[in-house]
Protein backbone atom coordinates (compact mmCIF):
# COMPACT_ATOMS: atom_id res chain seq x y z
CA UNK A 1 0.00 0.00 0.00
CA UNK A 2 1.65 3.58 -0.99
CA UNK A 3 2.11 6.64 1.46
CA UNK A 4 -1.23 8.73 0.98
CA UNK A 5 0.01 11.99 1.32
CA UNK A 6 -2.21 15.57 1.02
CA UNK A 7 -0.85 18.76 0.14
CA UNK A 8 -3.26 20.84 1.84
CA UNK A 9 -2.73 24.70 1.09
CA UNK A 10 -4.45 28.24 1.18
CA UNK A 11 -3.84 30.64 -1.59
CA UNK A 12 -5.14 34.35 -2.07
CA UNK A 13 -3.60 35.30 -5.75
CA UNK A 14 -2.26 31.27 -6.61
CA UNK A 15 1.30 31.72 -6.08
CA UNK A 16 1.20 29.17 -2.90
CA UNK A 17 -1.62 27.09 -5.07
CA UNK A 18 1.44 26.94 -7.81
CA UNK A 19 4.10 25.77 -5.19
CA UNK A 20 1.84 23.34 -3.73
CA UNK A 21 0.97 21.92 -6.89
CA UNK A 22 4.69 21.18 -7.68
CA UNK A 23 5.36 19.77 -4.21
CA UNK A 24 2.49 17.41 -5.23
CA UNK A 25 4.02 16.32 -8.45
CA UNK A 26 7.19 15.76 -7.05
CA UNK A 27 6.34 13.84 -3.93
CA UNK A 28 3.88 11.42 -6.71
CA UNK A 29 7.34 11.08 -8.70
CA UNK A 30 8.81 10.31 -5.39
CA UNK A 31 6.43 7.03 -5.43
CA UNK A 32 3.90 8.48 -3.07
CA UNK A 33 -0.16 9.22 -3.76
CA UNK A 34 -0.97 12.15 -3.72
CA UNK A 35 -4.09 14.42 -3.42
CA UNK A 36 -3.95 18.16 -3.63
CA UNK A 37 -6.86 20.28 -2.42
CA UNK A 38 -7.57 23.66 -1.11
CA UNK A 39 -7.41 23.65 2.77
CA UNK A 40 -11.00 25.32 2.93
CA UNK A 41 -12.75 21.65 1.43
CA UNK A 42 -11.07 19.26 3.33
CA UNK A 43 -13.41 17.48 5.34
CA UNK A 44 -11.35 14.57 7.09
CA UNK A 45 -7.71 13.47 7.40
CA UNK A 46 -8.14 9.45 7.40
CA UNK A 47 -7.58 8.39 4.42
CA UNK A 48 -4.18 10.05 4.87
CA UNK A 49 -0.19 9.13 6.89
CA UNK A 50 1.27 12.40 6.32
CA UNK A 51 0.29 16.28 5.22
CA UNK A 52 1.47 19.21 3.84
CA UNK A 53 0.80 22.43 4.18
CA UNK A 54 1.16 25.55 2.82
CA UNK A 55 -0.16 29.22 3.23
CA UNK A 56 1.50 32.26 2.32
CA UNK A 57 2.04 35.06 5.11
CA UNK A 58 0.55 38.24 3.45
CA UNK A 59 1.36 41.58 5.01
CA UNK A 60 2.88 39.30 8.01
CA UNK A 61 -0.11 37.71 8.87
CA UNK A 62 -0.79 33.65 7.72
CA UNK A 63 -4.08 32.89 5.54
CA UNK A 64 -7.13 32.21 7.68
CA UNK A 65 -7.70 29.24 5.67
CA UNK A 66 -4.37 27.96 7.50
CA UNK A 67 -5.63 28.81 11.19
CA UNK A 68 -9.29 26.91 10.33
CA UNK A 69 -7.43 24.36 9.09
CA UNK A 70 -5.51 23.16 12.02
CA UNK A 71 -8.64 24.49 14.36
CA UNK A 72 -10.30 21.70 12.39
CA UNK A 73 -7.83 19.19 11.94
CA UNK A 74 -6.58 19.30 15.62
CA UNK A 75 -7.00 15.79 17.38
CA UNK A 76 -5.89 14.07 13.30
CA UNK A 77 -2.61 16.30 12.89
CA UNK A 78 -1.48 15.29 16.37
CA UNK A 79 -1.46 11.74 14.99
CA UNK A 80 0.41 12.40 11.23
CA UNK A 81 3.89 13.75 10.45
CA UNK A 82 3.07 17.21 9.33
CA UNK A 83 4.95 19.29 7.20
CA UNK A 84 4.42 23.42 6.73
CA UNK A 85 5.58 25.74 4.39
CA UNK A 86 4.95 29.27 3.92
CA UNK A 87 5.48 31.86 1.13
CA UNK A 88 5.95 35.74 2.15
CA UNK A 89 9.52 37.21 0.99
CA UNK A 90 9.26 39.05 -1.90
CA UNK A 91 13.25 39.91 -2.40
CA UNK A 92 16.32 38.48 -1.65
CA UNK A 93 17.02 40.78 1.49
CA UNK A 94 18.35 38.16 3.91
CA UNK A 95 16.55 41.04 7.31
CA UNK A 96 13.05 40.57 5.11
CA UNK A 97 13.51 36.32 4.83
CA UNK A 98 14.36 36.38 8.76
CA UNK A 99 11.11 38.60 9.68
CA UNK A 100 8.97 36.37 7.38
CA UNK A 101 10.20 33.22 9.11
CA UNK A 102 9.84 34.91 12.81
CA UNK A 103 6.17 35.81 11.77
CA UNK A 104 5.82 31.75 10.23
CA UNK A 105 7.21 30.92 13.88
CA UNK A 106 4.57 33.36 15.67
CA UNK A 107 1.76 31.87 13.76
CA UNK A 108 2.63 28.64 14.57
CA UNK A 109 3.52 28.97 17.96
CA UNK A 110 -0.79 29.53 18.16
CA UNK A 111 -1.02 25.82 17.70
CA UNK A 112 1.60 24.49 20.43
CA UNK A 113 0.24 21.40 19.58
CA UNK A 114 1.79 21.03 16.34
CA UNK A 115 4.82 19.30 15.72
CA UNK A 116 5.84 19.26 11.92
CA UNK A 117 8.66 17.81 10.84
CA UNK A 118 9.82 20.26 8.83
CA UNK A 119 9.11 23.87 7.96
CA UNK A 120 10.24 25.75 4.78
CA UNK A 121 9.91 29.63 3.54
CA UNK A 122 9.52 29.94 0.09
CA UNK A 123 9.91 32.91 -1.75
CA UNK A 124 6.59 34.79 -3.29
CA UNK A 125 5.26 36.29 -5.81
CA UNK A 126 3.64 39.72 -6.08
CA UNK A 127 2.10 41.52 -8.69
CA UNK A 128 0.51 45.22 -8.30
CA UNK A 129 -1.46 44.83 -11.41
CA UNK A 130 -3.74 42.13 -10.40
CA UNK A 131 -4.73 42.89 -6.98
CA UNK A 132 -8.44 42.42 -5.21
CA UNK A 133 -9.70 46.34 -4.74
CA UNK A 134 -9.57 45.91 -1.45
CA UNK A 135 -5.57 45.15 -1.20
CA UNK A 136 -5.27 47.66 -4.39
CA UNK A 137 -6.42 50.66 -1.92
CA UNK A 138 -4.21 49.04 1.12
CA UNK A 139 -0.87 49.29 -1.38
CA UNK A 140 -1.86 52.66 -2.25
CA UNK A 141 -1.47 54.15 1.41
CA UNK A 142 1.76 55.48 1.78
CA UNK A 143 1.88 53.62 5.45
CA UNK A 144 1.18 50.18 4.04
CA UNK A 145 4.38 47.86 3.75
CA UNK A 146 3.43 47.40 0.36
CA UNK A 147 3.48 50.70 -0.99
CA UNK A 148 5.47 51.15 -3.89
CA UNK A 149 6.41 47.56 -4.35
CA UNK A 150 7.14 46.39 -7.42
CA UNK A 151 6.18 43.17 -9.23
CA UNK A 152 8.50 40.65 -8.47
CA UNK A 153 8.25 36.39 -8.56
CA UNK A 154 11.32 35.14 -6.00
CA UNK A 155 10.08 31.61 -5.62
CA UNK A 156 13.08 29.23 -6.34
CA UNK A 157 11.39 26.30 -7.64
CA UNK A 158 14.71 24.25 -7.54
CA UNK A 159 14.45 24.70 -3.76
CA UNK A 160 10.56 24.11 -3.46
CA UNK A 161 11.47 20.86 -5.88
CA UNK A 162 14.35 19.56 -3.35
CA UNK A 163 12.33 20.10 -0.26
CA UNK A 164 9.63 18.15 -1.53
CA UNK A 165 12.05 15.44 -2.59
CA UNK A 166 13.18 15.60 1.00
CA UNK A 167 9.57 15.05 2.45
CA UNK A 168 9.09 11.84 0.39
CA UNK A 169 11.42 10.26 2.39
CA UNK A 170 10.48 11.48 5.47
CA UNK A 171 6.84 10.18 4.85
Known amino acids: MKTRVLVACASKYGSTQEVAESIAEKLSEN?????????KKVKSLEEYSAVVL??????????KDAHVFLSRHHEALTKLPVAVFALGPLSDE?????????QLDKELAKFPWLRPVDIEVFGGKFDPHNLHFTDNLLVKLPASP???VPASDVRDWKAIRA??????TQF
Do not use: F, T
Open 31 to 39: GLAVDLEPM
Open 54 to 63: GSPLYLMHWH
Open 94 to 102: EEEWKEVRA
Open 146 to 148: LHN
Open 163 to 168: WASSLA
